[in-house]
């Protein structure tokens, strides 16, 4: 395996001073960079390994954060600061932001070559920055089939991929199609992938604390989750050019 190289990274964004995760690998020429969102849980050790794993396939990659530093263990306090920030797309876009900007800012990382993944919340926010039209090369998302405001879908320049359970509660068939429906109206390069019997956040590992309703692993499916992204970066994002 090459060596990759982590450090923590501090910066501010929606009034706070986030803490993300970016994991650089070995050289010193420029590399081809990822932003990877985290869960409304927020930025843990799950992020944290694969930004270090992407890092590992000649990635720099940046774990960015979306509650200043905090992990929300307690589903009450995650909801009531995720509903209203799924719910405000400026917000959102301005996270993301303030994320693509520590990650352009990198030396080692290619401004012009970077895409965007994310799970939950942070797939919402990689979607929208697609939506503020900003010049990725993917848009890769896992349970964050979130439908943007009318007509901005049109500002996406870049393949999207979307993976959800058939099982998710929380992304439920209708927002699968409405989901679908923007993306095919706004002429999007766009994927679905619906795995069979899968809850909300079957990707992420069991955690210790409560969860909300209708979350649960699948580890079958969480592998193929992860080796669809890495396809995607593949295709749309190959580390050599």
């Given at each position: 395996?090459?060596?990759?190289?982590?450090?923590?990274?501090?910066?501010p964004a929606d009034g706070l001073?986030?803490?993300?995760?970016?994991?650089?690998?070995?050289?010193?020429?420029?590399?081809?960079?990822?932003?990877?969102?985290?869960?409304?849980?927020?930025?843990?050790?799950?992020?944290?390994?694969?930004?270090?794993?992407?890092?590992?396939?000649?990635?720099?990659?940046l774990a960015f954060d979306i509650?200043?530093?905090?992990?929300?263990?307690?589903?009450?306090?995650?909801?009531?600061?995720?509903?209203?920030?799924?719910?405000?797309?400026?917000?959102?876009?301005?996270?993301?932001?303030?994320?693509?900007?520590?990650?352009?800012?990198?030396?080692?990382?290619?401004?012009?070559?970077?895409?965007?993944?994310?799970?939950?919340?942070?797939?919402?926010?990689?979607?929208?920055?697609?939506?503020?039209?900003?010049?990725?090369?993917?848009?890769?998302?896992?349970?964050?089939?979130?439908?943007?405001?009318?007509?901005?879908?049109?500002?996406?320049?870049?393949?999207?991929?979307?993976?959800?359970?058939?099982?998710?509660?929380?992304?439920?068939?209708?927002?699968?199609?409405?989901?679908?429906?923007?993306?095919?109206?706004?002429?999007?390069?766009?994927?679905?992938?619906?795995?069979?019997?899968?809850?909300?956040?079957?990707?992420?590992?069991?955690?210790?604390?409560?969860?909300?309703?209708?979350?649960?692993?699948?580890?079958?499916?969480?592998?193929?989750?992860w080796r669809d992204i890495v396809?995607?970066?593949?295709?749309?994002?190959?580390?050599?050019?």
């Amino acid at each position: 395996m090459a060596t990759v190289t982590t450090r923590t990274v501090e910066y501010p964004a929606d009034g706070l001073t986030m803490i993300g995760h970016l994991a650089v690998p070995a050289g010193v020429e420029r590399r081809p960079a990822v932003l990877i969102g985290p869960e409304g849980l927020g930025l843990s050790d799950v992020e944290r390994r694969r930004a270090e794993a992407l890092a590992e396939l000649g990635y720099v990659a940046l774990a960015f954060d979306i509650h200043g530093g905090r992990y929300l263990g307690d589903p009450e306090e995650m909801l009531a600061r995720c509903m209203p920030l799924l719910a405000d797309p400026d917000r959102m876009r301005g996270i993301g932001h303030a994320a693509l900007d520590v990650l352009r800012a990198e030396p080692r990382a290619d401004p012009d070559r970077i895409a965007a993944i994310g799970y939950g919340t942070g797939g919402a926010i990689a979607l929208e920055l697609g939506r503020d039209g900003v010049g990725l090369r993917a848009i890769g998302t896992v349970n964050a089939v979130t439908t943007g405001r009318p007509g901005e879908a049109a500002r996406i320049r870049c393949p999207v991929w979307a993976g959800v359970g058939s099982e998710d509660p929380i992304m439920p068939p209708a927002q699968r199609d409405a989901f679908t429906a923007e993306m095919q109206a706004a002429g999007v390069d766009w994927r679905l992938v619906v795995y069979g019997g899968a809850l909300h956040a079957f990707h992420h590992p069991p955690v210790d604390h409560a969860v909300v309703s209708g979350v649960g692993h699948h580890p079958r499916h969480a592998q193929r989750a992860w080796r669809d992204i890495v396809d995607l970066l593949a295709e749309c994002l190959p580390v050599t050019e």
